[in-house]
C-alpha cells in the first residue's frame, strides 16, 4: 500500500481517505475498512490510478452509491474507487442524453423535467449511479436500462476503451455482460429518449416517489429488494409464504412493509445481514422448493 501513498501524493490526489469505514458508503451502512477509499478529481486522474493499479497488480474496486453491495465486516486490503467527482457531468442534444457513469440516477431523473424527456422516470427511486444501474440492469415499472441505452463507454478488463452497443451488452433482468466480463471501469453512458411534457414527467415522478414511500421501508438502510424475482413469481411473496415478515438476526430485519429488503434496524453487522439473507433462502425452499438468489453483490467475503 506504500507504493499506493506515494502515487496518490505525487499526482496530487486531494480527496484521499485511508482506514475508510465502507458502512459509510454503502446503503446498508455496514462493511468493514478500506485500506484506501479514494476520489480522483478528473477521468484522466481516474483512467491513470486504474491504470497504475492494475500494472502493479494491487485489488481495487470502483464504487458507485454502494447502493447493491454488501461488503463484508472484513478491511479491505485494496483502493476503493469512487468516480463521483470526475465522471459527473451530463449533455443533452435532442432526445440523446450523454451521462457520466458517476451521475446519479435520481438526479437524472428529475433533470429530464426541465428538458421536457420522458423515458427515464422509473430511475426516479433507485439511489445508484448510471455506472451502477449499467452494470445491473436497473428497473422498476416494467423499464429497465436497456431499454433507453444506446451505447456504454468503458475500459475493458485488459484496460482498453470500448465502445459497446447496448444491443451487444447481454442486458437481461438485472444483468449484463458486466456482471461476468468485470470491465475496468465504466464512464458513461448514451441515452435515447423521447419528447415529453415537464409537468407529466414530475407528476409521474412524485407519484412513484409516494408510492415508494407507502411501500418501501424507506426510513432505514438497504440495498434495496434483496432477493431477484424467481421466474412467474415474486420474491416478496414467497418469503411472505414461509413466514418470515419481521424474522430478526441481530440487527438484520426481514422489512415488515416489504419482505423482500432486508433492512438494517440499527448497529446490524454485515455478518447478521449475510447470515438473514441465508436463512431466507433456507427457509423458503423449505416451503416452495425454490430457491432465491440475492440481487445484492457480496463484496470481499
Ligand atoms: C432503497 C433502494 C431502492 C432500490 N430500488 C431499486 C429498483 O427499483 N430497481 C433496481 O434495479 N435497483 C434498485 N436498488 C438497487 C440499486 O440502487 C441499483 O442496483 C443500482 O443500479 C446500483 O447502483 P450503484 O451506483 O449504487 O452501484 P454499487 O452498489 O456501488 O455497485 C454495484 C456494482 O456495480 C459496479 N460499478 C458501479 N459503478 C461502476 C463503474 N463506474 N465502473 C465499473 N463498475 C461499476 C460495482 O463495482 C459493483 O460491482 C435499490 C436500492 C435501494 C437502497
Redesign the pocket.
Known sequence: MDLVKDYLRSQQFFKVYYDEPLAKHT?FRVGGRAKILVFPETKQKLIDLITFLKTNKIPF?????????LPSDNDYEGVIIK?HLA?NNMQVIDEYVNVD??YS?VRLAYEMIKYELTGLEFLG?????I???C??N???YNREMKDCLIEVH?LDQDGNLTVSNAKDLQFGY?SSI?QKER?L??IKALLKLERGNGKEIKELLEKRRNRRLLT?P?DYP????TFRNPEGTHAYMLIDKAGLRGKRIGGAMVSEKHCNFIINVGGASSRDIRDLIEFVIEEVYKVTKITLVPEV?FFNW
Do not use: C, D
Open positions: 446503503t474496486k470502483v464504487l458507485g452509491n454502494g447502493s447493491n453491495i468516480p465522471l457513469a458517476g440516477l427511486g433507485i439511489p445508484g449511479t455506472g451502477g444501474a452494470f445491473m436497473a428497473g422498476a468503458y438485472r458486466f470491465p471501469l465504466i418501501q424507506l438497504s440495498a434495496g429488494s453483490e
